[in-house]
């Protein structure tokens, strides 16, 4: 993303804005800048500002005068007022940053917008997380810190080092050059996205070890973790196995995503596989 | 959807947030899912929702690119539940936002009934989740516990400002912003109802709750 200088009013809606806080007003040049390594590509200035096209000599002329006067307009705060964003042309490896931070980008190995996993939300038609099982997904960056691939390969490493299997559908996962060891591929270990889930599967009975690795991991790094646990219920709908393991070590469990067990696989779709369903 | 699990809050905080969202299968039962996945709007937006959404598109609040001038006189704040319906064009995510249980447990009972085939799943408190399950005989299938936040939180913001933010899993809303808005309703410079929508509008799948988020907004004048 750039910001054209000849549009920029350096009206600063845009600095409150960025999630990554990779936008500042330029005391030398006077216009919004981004700071170009700590952007994440995320598109939220570009799509989620409201444009208006206003001629920027006029804008600037009259925001002069009122300061001059010092009479504070204010304008909407979601706002650019000469539309002055303006997408890069993204390549290899910084088009990474945005497949990771712009949600309505689908991404190239799953085709699933967001940050591109279907985890158990589709667990009524994939049986990813079968009974016995337990999906974690180990969330970077999230919630508005941002999170680096070099931090990232750290947790796969320890989880690979004990033998954890990592989703195959999972943009993570698309991106190692060796899954066998959880290592990424090299050329994207600086770029900086603004989340990422690692994806694994395990049998409930190493959810705590598990969890107590990533606890050992996180205190190396600086970015924020959000752990996901995802489980199948029994027939009753009750999971008396996975929460309270999960109280034992302490989470206060507040919320959760319910797969209510409504999907199932198109007969078009799958001819031969939608005979036997994996929700029954 | 991650982008909902990890809201900030208890679960009392979660009393009038309830997001129910559609999903189809990559490869499973997408093939044919459009009309369903507008189905599913269709049927949302008759029980009242406070937000509808879909992942490409974005929720019932959106940005504009040619705005008019005269808009900061008189913006419009109306969600517009219609555009979303008639704007979805591709399967993808489709998501409800009810701020009332009531709401909520109709609904899950009437997708139900509507027997779409799309996965469905409903993000909230654990209990309302379950809630929404007993009432329309529904036992769960399986569930994705939040652990919440851990690592490096030491940068994080008030709370807040965090359950205000997070109300945008994917990050869309940031902190800065949430924090302006707060900032200013305290100084009385807008409503609860007009720092929600620009808020609102930066959620780029429609899983904001501007129900919830103008309660909390609303904390912080009582809290004066």
Redesign the interface.
Known sequence: MRINPDKCVACGNC?????M?AIYIDPVIKRATIKRDECVE?Y?CF????????NPTIVRTTRKLFAMLRIRF??????CPTGAFEPDELVWPRVVRRAF?D??VPHES??????G??????????GR?KVGEV?F?I?FG????GARFTEIQEMCWALAKVGVSFEK?NPITSLMSDVATGTLREDILNEKV??A?VEIKTTIDRTEEI?RLV?DV??R?????????????D?????HI??PI?ERLG?K??????????????P???PAAAKETV?A | ???????????ES?RDDFVI?A???????????LPKLRRFLEIAAEYKPVNLGD??HGGALR???????M??WN?DMTPDFQTVIEGLDKP??CAAVFDNKVAAEDF?KR??EE????????????DG??Q??NH?G????????????????D???SAQV?ML??MC?????????AK??TD?VKEG?RTPAEAVT?MA??C??GVFNPSRAKRILEGVIDAK
């Open positions: 600095t409150y804005v960025c999630p806080e995320c939220a799509n989620g500002l409201s444009q208006e096209h206003l204010e304008p909407e705060p979601d706002v931070s949600p309505r799953t085709g699933v917008e967001g940050r996993t279907e985890e158990v939300k589709t667990n009524d038609v994939t997380v999906g997904t969330e999230r919630p508005g810190v559908k603004m989340s889930i969890i606890w996180e205190k790094l600086k970015t924020v973790i959000a752990i996901g646990v995802g489980t199948r219920c027939e009753n709908g009750e999971d996975v929460e999960l989470y469990l507040q919320r959760a995503k319910t797969n209510i067990g409504l999907g199932r696989l198109s078009a779709q799958n929700n | 959807m991650t982008n909902t699990l990890h809201r900030y809050g208890d679960a979660f969202f999903m189809a299968c990559k490869g499973g039962n997408d093939a044919d899912s992942a490409r940005p504009s690119k040619d705005m008019n001038p808009a900061h913006r993808t995510t899950v997708i139900k027997d779409l085939g799309l996965s469905i799943n409903i993000s909230t408190s654990i989740a379950e929404c399950c329309a529904i036992p769960r299938h399986s569930v994705g516990y939040s652990l919440g936040f851990e690592g490096g939180t940068n994080l913001p965090m933010s997070t899993g994917h990050g869309m809303v940031s902190h800065s912003l302006k808005m200013w410079r620009y509008r930066f780029s799948c």
